[in-house]
């Protein structure tokens, strides 16, 4: 009896992390029932995603995987089966583990996905400016050969300029450095 006991309670598991799953993927249970019990001003948002398990505390979430469990233990009653209470105790109990694994693995995977897009905005925006700044060094490159080629033309014609000011007499000359 004991390994239908943990059969039980890692299937309650499972089945506690397919519903967070599915009602984080949608809600449309929740809001209807919502819609039907309150009143205009006290409906939830459009953009709220709560339901019976997601952003709900644990006393809620108890009550709702009791609820579910006791629909299936009457429906388990017309069955010529017998029920113990140890069934139906690891059953709530897996569920609520399992509803608690589900929260924080679509936790997780929603975090992941921004910190995935983040990274992926930044390379592709690194990679744009290399590609910028490759043509424009691929340029740069291409008409320094063609000045050094009409500069030797030019210094062989024309006079040597003064020589440049150092970058530590522009800074002086600025009064940024003494």
């Given at each position: 009896m004991?390994?239908?006991?943990?059969?039980?309670?890692?299937?309650?598991?499972i089945?506690?992390?397919?519903?967070?799953?599915?009602?984080?993927k949608?809600?449309?249970?929740?809001?209807?029932i919502?819609?039907?019990?309150?009143?205009?001003?006290?409906?939830?948002?459009?953009?709220?995603?709560?339901?019976?398990?997601?952003?709900?505390?644990?006393?809620?979430?108890?009550?709702?995987?009791?609820?579910?469990?006791?629909?299936?233990?009457?429906?388990?009653?017309?069955?010529?089966?017998?029920?113990?209470?140890?069934?139906y105790?690891?059953?709530?109990?897996?569920?609520?583990?399992?509803?608690?694994?589900?929260?924080?693995?679509?936790?997780?995977?929603?975090?992941?996905?921004?910190?995935?897009?983040?990274?992926?905005?930044?390379?592709?925006?690194?990679?744009?400016?290399?590609?910028?700044?490759?043509?424009?060094?691929?340029?740069?490159?291409?008409?320094?050969?063609?000045?050094?080629?009409?500069?030797?033309?030019?210094?062989?014609?024309?006079?040597?300029?003064?020589?440049?000011?150092?970058?530590?007499?522009?800074?002086?000359?600025?009064?940024?450095?003494?």
């Amino acid at each position: 009896m004991i390994t239908f006991d943990i059969i039980i309670f890692i299937s309650s598991i499972i089945f506690g992390v397919s519903l967070y799953w599915l009602e984080a993927k949608n809600n449309g249970l929740y809001r209807t029932i919502n819609k039907i019990t309150n009143s205009k001003e006290l409906q939830m948002k459009p953009e709220s995603k709560k339901g019976f398990f997601v952003d709900q505390e644990f006393i809620p979430r108890l009550i709702y995987v009791n609820l579910i469990f006791i629909v299936a233990v009457l429906f388990f009653l017309l069955l010529p089966f017998s029920l113990r209470i140890e069934y139906y105790v690891s059953a709530v109990f897996g569920t609520m583990i399992g509803v608690y694994i589900g929260s924080f693995v679509v936790g997780v995977k929603d975090k992941s996905e921004g910190i995935i897009d983040k990274v992926v905005d930044t390379g592709k925006d690194i990679i744009d400016d290399i590609k910028t700044k490759g043509k424009e060094a691929a340029d740069s490159f291409s008409s320094d050969k063609k000045e050094t080629t009409d500069t030797t033309k030019e210094e062989t014609t024309k006079e040597p300029e003064a020589p440049k000011k150092s970058a530590r007499e522009r800074l002086k000359d600025k009064g940024l450095l003494k």
